[in-house]
């Protein structure tokens, strides 16, 4: 009878089992549609002329003529050279990107390392820098950039982002759980200087940290639309987000919204090409740990 009892428990705690993952299965596939149907659409819209764009489930017989007409020389005319677009915000978001880490983690270094007396100072400073939204401060950042000569062009979208207190915060928390003081006293022992115990010990030890806020500031950068529509003037120096905005609030005359999908899609790869690359840097790091025993 106890057996008997114990297959009947048994079965219905397989039987429950089964019905939790069928709706885990069942609510996960939801979000995959709801997150992945936009870019299907995006897709799809992009192989259609400008009249036959909408809800469509099947793909078109536009997407060569979209791609001369986006690269044509009167898309570069009346938007700006999407082209040239692409490599500027290349060149702003992978220089911004790598300033902004790597300076984020020299200064979280010397806060999580050195004691000094204005340390908490320090940190609480670099809080209240990070509650400041950028919208507050930027009629007094142009007008300096406008005094020093420095409007229309991409210093003021790239060197500004060296002070990233929120890139501080994430590699200082990270070190704080990842990086053994004892470490960097028997380098010091050693008689290694600060700056190579920082790039050939500690960088290392922080490249899964290095990979996500790489990804984050990127992508932040590359979407970034309000300071280079502040800052650029001329149209051989916008960005992508310039680009698609010249698209977007084109006249009915003027507006392809094929074309204008088509540059969506093309905006959206490098972001993703970013990511895939960066990401086996994450897993590694979650999986191996970042000092080993």
């Not at 992009?46 to 009167?74: M, W």
């Not at 990107?97 to 806060?111: D, G, P």
């Not at 500031?217 to 003037?233: K, Q, S």
């Amino acid at each position: 009878m106890t057996g008997s009892l114990e297959v009947v428990g048994q079965k219905t705690s397989n039987t429950t089992l089964t019905i939790r993952r069928i709706v885990a299965y069942v609510v996960l596939a939801v979000l995959v549609f709801v997150s992945l149907f936009p870019f299907f659409l995006l897709l799809i819209n992009a192989t259609r002329e400008r009249r036959q764009v909408g809800i469509q489930f099947y793909p078109g017989s536009e997407l060569i003529n979209n791609i001369k007409k986006l690269f044509a020389p009167a898309t570069a005319v009346a938007y700006g050279s999407v082209y040239r677009a692409l490599i500027n915000s290349l060149i702003i978001s992978a220089s911004a990107s790598l300033l902004s880490v790597y300076f984020s983690a020299i200064t979280a270094y010397a806060t999580h390392v050195y004691q000094f007396k204005l340390r908490k100072f320090a940190d609480t400073f670099i809080l209240l820098i990070m509650m400041v939204p950028t919208q507050a401060s930027a009629i007094g950042f142009y007008r300096i950039m406008k005094d020093w000569g420095l409007t229309d062009s991409y210093i003021p979208l790239i060197i500004p982002s060296i002070a990233a207190p929120a890139t501080y915060y994430f590699m200082k928390q990270y070190m704080a759980s990842s990086l053994p003081l004892e470490i960097i006293e028997a380098a010091r022992i050693d008689g290694c200087g600060e700056f190579r115990i920082f790039n050939s010990i500690v960088t290392p030890i922080l490249k899964p940290a290095y990979a996500v806020q790489i990804i984050f500031t990127f992508v932040a950068n590359w979407n970034n639309f309000f300071m280079p529509r502040l800052i650029i003037d001329s149209k051989e120096k916008f960005t992508v987000p310039l680009v698609l905005s010249q698209m977007r609030v084109a006249g009915p005359q003027e507006k392809d919204n094929g074309v204008f999908y088509l540059y969506m899609v093309i905006a959206i790869l490098p972001v993703v090409i970013v990511y895939l690359f960066l990401s086996k840097f994450i897993i590694r790091g979650i999986a191996l740990g970042s000092v080993k025993g």
